[in-house]
């Protein structure tokens, strides 16, 4: 309900200091964020822009949390680079934590990958690693990636230890355990490509949901990560009634969870540059326009600390801030759909 005392609309809209964080809650989601890695948070000019609760107000560990570092020997547990990232953001009043990730096949230990499991070994595996690691975090993650990537492209299983031994049961296995160690965190399914309408996306609808669900466990969410293309990112429309497909088969809540939008060849021009704030604009307005959507995360703040060109030789230039940590235009885009909204919403 809207309150009746009448305020002047300058002390309404947010000022102009307010940015992507404040911005986006002003306009109803609960958050923007960002990825954020432990050798970057020794660089102070970029630790200065990411500590800005104004402009990022939920963080999510690039690497700290996941199965390569939380337990790199069977039963041996280390929080070591997860804890530094959760310690340096709620120093910083960035409270809201994206946890990332539970069981994903890579960046998973030689000792679970290579093991030749029986279904109630691995089963017991995923239950301890999971218990522990969101154990170790529970009470401080608004959510958990509970699963990641877990399909192909065609909307089949990927191929992995988790799905060669234990079909799609994983997934009812892990969402059970998350729930167990951290009730209160929200459960994610997370992949990318899933932010247009295809086979991957109906399989989140037909295979993963489902299968969650039918074995008795919860999921709450599925994130969309948005490590899309520059001119190659759909329009704001198609990627609200894609995230809305999603809730209408059974979550609660959508995010993007990721986001990152690359040139596939270097150096962009100008041209370049203003449509990747189009795309940009794209995806937050799509979010905007979807109620269940809570938020929107980059995958990092700067070019100079994206992952991509270490995974996409030849491509880049995906983020906000460019390598000398100078606002690219995509930044303004960004910053103005959401002043636009939240202006709106007044
Ligand atoms: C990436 C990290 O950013 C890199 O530092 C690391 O070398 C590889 O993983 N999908 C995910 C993320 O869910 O965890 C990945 O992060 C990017 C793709």
Not at 50 to 59: A, D, F
Not at 143 to 170: C, H, P, Q
Request: one cysteine or more; glycine letters at 8%.
């Amino acid at each position: 309900m809207r309150s009746s005392i009448i305020l002047p609309a300058a002390a309404l809209i947010p000022s102009a200091a307010a940015n992507f964080h404040d911005l986006a809650v002003a306009a109803g989601k609960l958050y923007f964020g960002s990825a954020t890695d432990n050798g970057e948070l020794s660089d102070e000019p970029y630790v200065a822009i990411l500590s800005n609760t104004s402009e990022y107000g939920q963080i999510t560990p690039g690497n700290g949390q996941k199965w390569q570092y939380t337990e790199p020997t069977r039963g041996q547990f280390d929080y070591t680079s997860g804890d530094e990232i959760v310690d340096f953001a709620t120093t910083n009043g960035q409270n809201i934590f994206r946890c990332h990730t539970l069981v994903w096949h890579s960046q998973l230990p030689d000792w679970v990958s290579s093991g030749s499991w029986t279904a109630a070994e691995l089963t017991e595996i995923i239950q301890t690693h999971i218990a522990n690691v969101a154990g170790h975090y529970a009470g401080q993650c608004y959510s958990w990636d509970v699963v990641n990537e877990a399909l192909d492209e065609d909307g089949t299983m990927r191929k992995s230890v988790f799905s060669e031994v234990m079909g799609t049961d994983f997934l009812g296995v892990a969402f059970k355990a998350a729930a167990e160690a951290d009730p209160d965190a929200k459960l994610y399914y997370n992949d990318y490509n899933l932010e247009w309408a295809g086979d991957k996306s109906q399989a989140v609808i037909d295979t993963i949901i489902p299968a969650i669900q039918d074995a008795g466990a919860r999921i709450d969410g599925v994130g969309c990560q948005a490590h899309l293309q520059v001119g190659n990112t759909p329009p704001r429309a198609d990627l609200a009634s894609t995230l809305q497909s999603y809730i209408a088969a059974g979550v609660t809540e959508v995010a993007y969870t990721e986001l990152d939008i690359r040139f596939p060849s270097l150096p962009p021009d100008d041209a370049g540059l203003a449509q990747q704030g189009d795309d940009y604009a794209a995806v937050v307005g799509a979010c905007l326009d979807v109620e269940a959507c809570v938020g929107v995360t980059v995958w990092d703040i700067t070019d100079k600390y994206s992952w991509i060109p270490d995974v996409f030789p030849g491509e880049g230039a995906a983020l906000l801030y460019d390598e000398d940590l100078a606002k690219k235009p995509a930044w303004t885009s960004v910053s103005s759909v959401l002043a636009a909204a939240a202006t709106a919403a007044l």
